[in-house]
C-alpha cells in the first residue's frame, strides 16, 4: 500500500517539481521467428514510462509504474527463444494501430533470460526512439527452448541517451566538388 501512495504522491508532485513531465503507456509481446501478418501477437500492457526534466531540460529522471502496485502483468508462453521480443511505448492516446503513433524496440527472445536495459534516445526533451539490450553477458541463455513474457517490470533498467541530429547532405555542395 505504501508503494501505491508514493507512486499517487510522484504523480501528484511531478508536474511541480519538475518542468517537462511525459508518460507513456508500455507494452511488450513476442514475434515468432517467422512472423507473418496472421500470427504476430498484439501488444500486451505492462505498464507506465514517466520521463520528467528538471526546468532546464538538463537532467532526465525516467521511471517505470506499473501498471497496478498489486497484479502482475499475466503470464503467457511466448514462442520458442529464435524469435524477436519487443518493446513499445505509446506515444499517442487511444488505442491507434498507426505505428506513428508507437516507438518500438526489438531484441532476441533469447535475451530474456537476464535483465534487460532500455535506453531512451532524447533531443533535448523530446523522446524520439528506444532500444533494448541485454544488461549483461548472462542476460543470454540459448540453452532455453521457450520464453514468457516477463511478469512485471523488475527484469527492465531505463537510461537516457543523447541523441543528435543528423545534419542533411546539401546535394548542391556535393555536386561542386564533382564538377
Known amino acids: 500500500m505504501t508503494s501505491f501512495f508514493s507512486v499517487l504522491f510522484f504523480l501528484l508532485i511531478s508536474p511541480f517539481v519538475f518542468a517537462n513531465t511525459l508518460q507513456y503507456k508500455l507494452h511488450h509481446r513476442f514475434v515468432p521467428l517467422q512472423a507473418s501478418a496472421k500470427s504476430s501477437s498484439s501488444f500486451s500492457p505492462l505498464g507506465h514510462l514517466i520521463v520528467s526534466s528538471a526546468e532546464d531540460g538538463s537532467s532526465f529522471n525516467p521511471q517505470i509504474i506499473p501498471l497496478s502496485t498489486t497484479s502482475q502483468v499475466e503470464s503467457r508462453k ?4 529464435t524469435g524477436w521480443y519487443q518493446v513499445a511505448l505509446q506515444v499517442k492516446e487511444g488505442e491507434s494501430d498507426d505505428d506513428r503513433d508507437w516507438l518500438i524496440a526489438t531484441t532476441r527472445a533469447s535475451y530474456l533470460a537476464g535483465p534487460l536495459l532500455i ?4 533531443e533535448g526533451t523530446q523522446l524520439v526512439s528506444l532500444s533494448v539490450h541485454p544488461l549483461t553477458s548472462q542476460s543470454y541463455d540459448d540453452t532455453l527452448s521457450t520464453v514468457s513474457l516477463p511478469q512485471d517490470i523488475s527484469i527492465f533498467q531505463l537510461a537516457v541517451m543523447n541523441s543528435q541530429k543528423t545534419r542533411p547532405l546539401v546535394l548542391s555542395q556535393f555536386n561542386s566538388r564533382k564538377q
Not at 78 to 81: I, K, P, Q, S, T
Not at 119 to 122: G, S, V
Open 119 to 122: 535506453k531512451l534516445h532524447m
Open 78 to 81: 511466448a514462442g520458442d527463444r
